[in-house]
Structure formats: structure tokens, C-alpha cells
């Protein structure tokens, strides 16, 4: 009898793995939504407010309209108003880019009737001093000759510096959540004492490598970077709330579905240093306010640097 009980439930569980279901979903309250990244570089910086949408909505989220939307610098008193433009607030920079390194910056937000704010600070960014590319011979996964790429920087000393380093391949930029790649000073994380060095090897050509199957075989991959390719590569200043929200975002959608969900870490919005400046306020708001100074470097790679790395990993 225990025999038949087992096999039973070994049957139904097999069959459940299968089965695809459709679940009705309640309608979820609409989340305040704040997307104020801003950076130094002489372009638009935008600032976009608008509302959460159910799970299976996969429009573009649609502009709460008539904001008033402001960034104050705390430190000299100037006042940048962001005007409303058709997706989303903008304000365009004339001769200078945004802030200035070491000033402290508040975001306001002012849209029916109510006030929300948020703080950061716009810390310090190494420079980029190079571009490489590293000659690796034709393997199992790989068929051809191919190259590595990876950028050299150095975390300037004294702990608490926070990066976003991204990275486009031939103008397209890798932007997947695996390819997310941030440091804490040289490290991985504030509990690493890597400070004030040259970024660890994993960081500095993690994820600068795209890695994308070929169509149709399971275990062979394209070349990461071959003669004719592109690498550009920035790093952004981040605060360390800002670091922790990314990740939190990471560890959101890079989740693996199936039977191992069970186990995963529940679904959660990531954190938020947005706050309404009304203490009884029920309004939920979720985003992040961040600015960043940003240093960059590109190199192509060319048949004389191809043959100049193949000579010295030979």
C-alpha cells in the first residue's frame, strides 16, 4: 500500500511539473515610480515619473504628466528645473555638464499635491587608462581564434567609492542582468579591504566578454571580440545605496523559474532613498536618485593589435 502512495505522488509531482497554468493575478495599487539616473556627460539628462503596471503589462510605462520636477545642488544653492518633455523630464546641459564632483544633491518631485525627495551625493571616478585585448586560441566551445577584452583603471585611495561599469560591444550596449557589473573601491563588495589598487581581474573584463551562444548549437559560443569589433567602456560613480539597489534589482530578474522558485528569494521591490515629505503619507513610490561622474575609453580592435597579442601570449 505504501508502494502504490509513493508512486502516486512521484506521478502527480511529474505531472505538475508540466502542466501550464495561467494564474489571475488581483490588480495590484499603482506604485509611484521615480528613474532619475543622471551623470556629467554633455547630453539630456532625463528624469522619468510614472506609475507601476500589472506583471503581464509589458507597455512602455506611460508619463505622469504636470510635475514640477527640481535638483537642488545643497552645496553652492544652484537650482536645476527639469522641464516636461513627451516621455519623461528633461534638462539640457549649456557649455557644462551637471553638478560638480563632491557636492551633495536633492531631487524633488512635486506631482498631485504631493512632495516626495531624495538625496546623493556625486562622488569621485577613476579614469580609464587603456583598452586591451587578449589573444586566446581556439577551444571546445569556441572554433576559432579570439580575443578577451578588458580595461584597465585604478580605485583612487579611501574606502566608501561605489562603480557602475558599463560596457557596448560594437555600439550595442550589454545591458542584460548577467552582464551587470558593478565595485565597491576595487572589490566586489564594502566587506572586501581591496581599496586604492587597480580593479580586481574579474571586474575589469567581467562582462565585457558577451558570451551568446551560436543559433541552433546548445554548447558552442560566438567569439567575444574578434579583428573589426569594438569595445567602449564607462564607469559610473555610484552611492553605496545606489549599489545595494542595483543588486537588489539584479537578484529580481535574474531568477531562474521553475521548481527552484520555491526556494528563491520572494519578490519584493528593490529599495528606494525616494521619501514623501508628508510623514502621514500612504503613497507607495519606488525608484532611485542617483548622479554620477563618468570616465571613458573605446578602442576597435585592429589586425596590427590582433597580431601584437597573439605574439605576446605565444
Same mark, same amino acid.
Given at each position: 500500500?505504501?508502494k ?15 502542466t ?16 532619475a539616473?543622471?551623470?556629467q ?18 507597455? /512602455?510605462?506611460? $508619463?505622469?504628466?504636470?510635475?514640477? !520636477?527640481? *535638483?537642488e ?7 536645476y ?19 560638480? !564632483? ?10 498631485q ?11 569621485r ?15 571546445t ?6 580575443y ?20 557596448? $560591444? ?5 545591458g ?7 565595485a565597491?573601491? %576595487? ?6 579591504? /581591496? ?11 567581467g ?6 551562444k *551560436? ?16 569595445? =567602449? ?7 553605496p545605496l %545606489? ?5 537588489? *534589482? =539584479?537578484?529580481?530578474? %535574474? ?23 508628508? $510623514? ?10 542617483? /548622479? ?6 573605446g ?6 593589435? %590582433?597580431?601584437?597579442? $597573439?605574439?605576446?601570449?605565444?
Amino acid at each position: 500500500m505504501k508502494k502504490i502512495i509513493y508512486l502516486s505522488l512521484i506521478t502527480i509531482i511529474f505531472f505538475g511539473c508540466e502542466t501550464t497554468i495561467t494564474p489571475e493575478l488581483d490588480t495590484a495599487e499603482k506604485i509611484l515610480v521615480v528613474d532619475a539616473w543622471l551623470n556629467q556627460k554633455m547630453e539630456p539628462q532625463e528624469i522619468r515619473v510614472t506609475r507601476s503596471q500589472p506583471y503581464f503589462d509589458n507597455s /512602455v510605462p506611460v $508619463k505622469i504628466s504636470n510635475a514640477t !520636477v527640481t *535638483v537642488e545642488d545643497l552645496t553652492n544653492g544652484t537650482v536645476y528645473n527639469f522641464q516636461e518633455g513627451t516621455s519623461s523630464y528633461f534638462w539640457d546641459p549649456v557649455g557644462k555638464p551637471f553638478g560638480e !564632483v563632491g557636492h551633495q544633491y536633492k531631487l524633488t518631485v512635486i506631482t498631485q499635491g504631493e512632495t516626495f525627495e531624495a538625496f546623493s551625493n556625486l562622488g569621485r571616478v577613476p579614469p580609464i587608462d587603456s583598452i586591451l585585448f587578449h589573444y586566446k586560441p581556439a577551444e571546445t566551445i569556441i572554433k576559432e581564434e579570439y580575443y578577451l577584452g578588458e580595461f584597465m583603471s585604478k580605485d583612487p585611495a579611501g574606502v566608501g567609492d561605489a562603480y557602475w561599469i558599463k560596457a557596448w $560591444k560594437n555600439g550595442v550596449f550589454l545591458g542584460k542582468p548577467a552582464e551587470l557589473n558593478m565595485a565597491y573601491d %576595487a572589490g566586489f563588495s564594502a566587506g572586501q579591504p /581591496v581599496d586604492g589598487q587597480e580593479f580586481l581581474i574579474p571586474i575589469r573584463n567581467g562582462f565585457t566578454n558577451p558570451m551568446d551562444k *551560436v543559433d541552433g548549437k546548445e554548447n558552442e559560443f560566438i567569439p567575444p571580440y574578434v579583428v573589426g569589433d569594438s569595445l =567602449y567602456v564607462e564607469i559610473h560613480s555610484i552611492n553605496p545605496l %545606489a549599489f545595494d539597489f542595483l543588486y537588489g *534589482v =539584479y537578484f529580481q530578474i %535574474a531568477r531562474s523559474g521553475g521548481f527552484a522558485e520555491l526556494f528563491a528569494m520572494p519578490l519584493t521591490n528593490s529599495t528606494t532613498n525616494l521619501k514623501s515629505t508628508d $510623514k502621514n503619507s500612504i503613497t507607495n513610490v519606488a525608484g532611485f536618485f542617483n /548622479v554620477a561622474a563618468v570616465s571613458s575609453r573605446g578602442k576597435k580592435l585592429t589586425q596590427e593589435m %590582433a597580431d601584437e597579442a $597573439k605574439r605576446i601570449a605565444d
